[in-house]
């Protein structure tokens, strides 16, 4: 049941939804102005409202070419499909969190991401959506990446070539998981040495990189044996997820806490440790802000606070 409520000198329509507050802004601390705009409010829920599946559609065809993986994103999503935007309360998202992390043994940076997804879909559909969303908080960053040794111990481990190619790509440009699998042959341009991965988006940023000779000799060899369109196929068909061929590899090199991710965060380390300016990492990262890149990865440089020490010099 909505109501008519004066909060912090604005009114509003106000209801309950599965014990969570519900606020939609009327936009006026005028009572008569609010009174008639609450009056056209309720005619509007007389209108059955889009479902999240049906809202996520429209979003996904809209937003398909800058976020292309709202596909993938989807699929665990689907938890929510049947709702409508009022039935999305922060209990429902602490439902979905405690089932990915339970059930799908996901980690909380994947439910960020996805959680945060389904948030842009409803506030692309309306501004002031009703659905009211939980994200975990984000978790410290891992330390682990790879030394170049063991990153030789993980090749010499990699007995299947979709995953030789993968673990090379994933160094080599430091892309995430989903964007190497997703690239296309189209997208590798080898006259001008370069990979598009695709456009930045509001959530994480993908980025051109550079074909370095590691790479190039790698693409080369498996650009001639292709049988699809992906660069990373096993039986003429993309791939979805890697995880049991790389825990393989993992697992034949004697290496413990790897994870596809960590190829990203050891690529980002090694340029660190060479020198490479945390503004080149952030833009071979695809990161949003360079500042995003110095508090992760700036203490791995040789002269991280240098300067710094330098000016406590005494004798």
Known sequence: MWQLKLYRGKYYAYSKVDGDSVRRSLRTSDE????????????????????????????????ENEHGSLGYLWIPLQFFKDYTPEQITRDK??????KRREKDKVGDWTIIREIGA???????????TPARFYIPPAPAYKERYLTKQEFKKLMAGSVEPHIKLFIIMGLCTAARKSAILQLKWEQVDFKRGIINFGNSNKYKGKAQVPINTTLGRALKEYYEARTCEYVIEYGSKPIKDVKRGFTAAVKRAGLEDVTPHVLRHTAA??????????????QY???????????VYARYSPEYLRSAAESLEVF
């Open 32 to 63: 008569p102005v609010a009174k008639r705009r609450f009056e056209d409010f309720l005619k509007q829920q007389l209108i059955p409202s889009n479902t999240v599946e049906e809202i996520f559609n429209v979003y996904r065809a809209e937003k």
């Open 93 to 98: 998202c602490k439902q979905y969190v405690q």
């Open 118 to 128: 389904l948030r842009a879909a409803m506030r692309f559909h309306d501004k002031e």
């Open 269 to 282: 380390v090694w340029m660190a440790e060479n020198r490479v300016p945390m503004s080149e990492i952030s």
């Open 285 to 295: 990262l695809g990161h949003k802000s360079t500042a995003i890149t110095e508090k």
